[in-house]
Every structure is written in C-alpha cells, then in structure tokens.
C-alpha cells in the first residue's frame, strides 16, 4: 500500500513541475548550476525523488542501488574528451579515427544527457567494487550485477527510469550500457529542446580539441546516431 501511494504521490509531483519547467541552453549543455542532494549526487530534484524512491524499495530485496555518475558538467565532459583524445592520438590513431574511438561510449562536451541532471549510472553497492565497475559483462547472466539488472528491468519503468542505450543490435551510435538510466519525464522534455539549438555553432566556439573535425556532415550523422538512436521510450 505504502509502494502504491508513494508512487501516486510522485506522479502527481512530476505532472505539476513539467507544466511549469523551462530548460535553458545553459540547461541543455551543461553550463547550468545543478541541486547536490545527499550523498553528493548532483540531480534535479523530481529525478533525485524518484531515484530516492526506486532505491528504498530496490533495498528492500536486497539490492543496493548506487549511482556512480550523475550530472555532469560541460567541463567535466570535457576533461573526459580531453584526456582520451590525447591517449588515442598518443597510441597512433589519426584525428578522426581516435574521434570515432571515444565516441563509442563517451559523448562530445555538450551533447551529454548527463549534462540535464536526468540520467545516472548505476551499479549495486552491496557487492565489492571491481577495478572498472561500468563493464557490459558486469550485467550478464554470470555477473556481479546480474541481479541488480534483473531487478531493473522488472522495476525501474514503475519509478519513471528507462535504459538508454539498449542492446538492440538494429540501434547505432553508443554500444549498449546497461547501466545508463534516464528518468524519462523530463528527459525527454530537454532532448526535444536540445534539439532546437545550433549545437554546431556551440561546438565550434568552445575550443574543444579535435573540433575542427566535426564537420556538418560528421555532426549530422552523430546526432542522429547517438544522441536520437536511443531507446524509443525516451523520445
């Protein structure tokens, strides 16, 4: 009873602030200041409820949902580009390819979801961490986390979270992370005014390394492949 009048709550809480939510660019590309809730997870506060409400319950048969990535700011991800275009041209790769390597899994500074404090990473944090936690094999039957998706795919859709990058073998852009949710309410209120900006104009006036390759022609296919080939339940 308790489950289904939080629930009843929660929905009633997210029709009242979608009707009066207005998204800024700075909203959109990371350059806004984000709420930091406890336990330093940085959210919009209707998605930290949720979260709040989904990781009680999951506690109470025996999973400890954990978020190890929140929010993420337009310099974070920046550093983040920085760093593995520096290492993949370090290793031999040219501009191009070592572009096409890091965006297998990581976005360009400006286009992450995590950006609109809607979207977390999340691992179980009963079990001891391995050295990289956010690994597909993690996940799978056989894995540590095996039961913490189980428990996902049952109940995270009840709590308003969904998968993003599904393994759906017809999807294109980012390879499947099964750890990746976005609280779909909101998210897909920003990724239709995300979509509305020059994000080509932003890229190119952010002195990002490696911009100078983004041509029209390359930024047209990435938006198209990793920012709208996502799980059609967020669109």
């Known amino acids: 009873m308790y489950k289904i009048i939080s629930l009843i709550v929660l929905f009633f809480y997210v029709v009242t602030f979608?009707?009066?939510?207005?998204?800024?660019?700075?909203?959109?590309?990371?350059?806004?200041?984000?709420?930091?809730?406890?336990?330093?997870?940085?959210?919009?506060?209707?998605?930290?409820?949720?979260?709040?409400?989904?990781?009680?319950?999951?506690?109470?048969?025996?999973?400890?949902?954990?978020?190890?990535?929140?929010?993420?700011?337009?310099?974070?991800?920046?550093?983040?580009?920085?760093?593995k275009y520096n290492r993949f041209i370090s290793s031999g790769l040219s501009p191009q390819k070592s572009i096409d390597k890091i965006i297998e899994y990581s976005t360009i500074p400006g286009t992450s979801r995590h950006h609109w404090g809607t979207d977390i990473d999340i691992i179980d944090g009963n079990i001891m961490k391995p050295k990289d936690v956010l690994l597909a094999r993690h996940f799978i039957k056989g894995g540590i986390y095996h039961d913490l998706k189980k428990w996902l795919d049952i109940n995270a859709e009840n709590y308003g979270f969904c998968l993003v990058y599904t393994d759906n073998v017809d999807r294109k852009g980012f390879k499947y992370e099964p750890w990746h949710f976005s609280y779909k309410v909101t998210s897909r209120d920003m990724l239709e005014e995300f979509l509305k900006i020059d994000i080509k104009e932003i890229l190119l006036n952010e002195e990002i390394i490696g911009s100078n390759y983004f041509t029209k022609e390359f930024l047209d296919t990435y938006v198209i492949n990793n920012v709208l080939d996502i799980n059609p339940d967020l669109k």
Do not use: C, P
């Open 18 to 83: 979608q009707q009066s939510e207005i998204f800024s660019k700075a909203d959109l590309i990371g350059k806004a200041s984000m709420v930091q809730h406890e336990n330093e997870y940085n959210l919009r506060t209707e998605v930290y409820d949720a979260f709040v409400l989904m990781q009680s319950e999951a506690l109470k048969d025996g999973i400890n949902i954990e978020i190890v990535s929140s929010y993420r700011s337009f310099e974070h991800q920046k550093r983040i580009w920085t760093r």
